[in-house]
């Protein structure tokens, strides 16, 4: 690959974050221990409409403590989409859980309702919708499965922050949400992430499992239960702060972006792309489109390596979870839809500060082959 000219998800920082990183910086406090921790949770609530954040030190611990707030362990079985990202699964893993793997909608490329049902037994306790490049899933369908059975809902919301579904935001829906500031999310703090509930036991509990097992201000090194060490750190917090501010405009950016994209490409012979369903709004984190290789005239692996070659950025989709060679031993089945996708999927150029001029340039990549 030549030198990148227009990058896929790279971050979007300026001014606002380098006065925010000096001042905490300037603070003293660059640990958990610092105030803007708490502000970055206050405020993050605050845009969600959430009644509580607990701040964490990735999206993939917040999935871990999620499952772990709800109890769930050996025995138990929790569905999960084919096609994610490998995060979505691992914290199944290491609760001792099972995870159950069911294939997505060919139109959303989110985890498939019909095949949700299909895969409940006894032994279920909970279902992990992925808002897939931050596109929400199904959420009234999930949520009624969820009432039928009597299972949990844990958004992994890591990709879908300001996305929303019937005017409300993704994360809000489930029991717990997730979300993560890695450095290509949407909003990032270099790494971090946030759990949401409703629940304030949840909430507390959450408090106290992040930090070694101790309540909140509790000074004489006694540990409640068996802990884990996943806060968030006040540099972090500080990063955060700055860039929740400015996710008003990367959204819009994003959404701008994706609805030029759509424009110029609808009508291109062979590319698709993933569908919004009436009443959800993505935050558009990645545009991907789908190449039909035969209507296209040109392979994937042609396409990829041509735009490689001009400075465009892009990435095959997550590879689905069933053909992953670390859960080779696991008994998942086939999941042609998401295999399908897999097979012709390719993210573009999306970080927020890409130009109409950035996605034009990508477009007419597109149709001069
Ligand atoms: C990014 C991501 C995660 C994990 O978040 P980290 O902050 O990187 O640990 C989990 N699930 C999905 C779908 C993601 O895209």
Redesign the pocket.
Known sequence: MSEIKIPLDWPNLGQLEREYILRALDSGYVSSAGPLVGEFEKRFAAYLGVAHAVAVV????G?HLALKLLGIGPGDEVIVPAL??I??VNPVIYTGARPVVVDVDPHTWNIDPAEIEKAITKHTRAIIP?H?YGNPADMDAILGLARKYGLYVIE?A??ALGATYKGKKVGTFGRIGVF???GN?IITTG???MLVTEDPQLAHRARILVNQGREPGETEYEHQEIGFNYRLTNLQAALGLAQLERLPEFLAIKRRNAALYRRKLQGVSGISWQRELSGAEGNWWLFSILIDAEKYGESREAFMDRLGGCGVQIRPLFRPIHLQPCYRHYPFPICPVAEDLYAKGINLPSSSFLTEDDVITVCNHLFYR
């Open positions: 990735n999206g993939t611990a999935l994610t990202f995060a979505t992925v897939l992994d890591t990709e993560s500031f890695n999310k790494g971090g992430g």
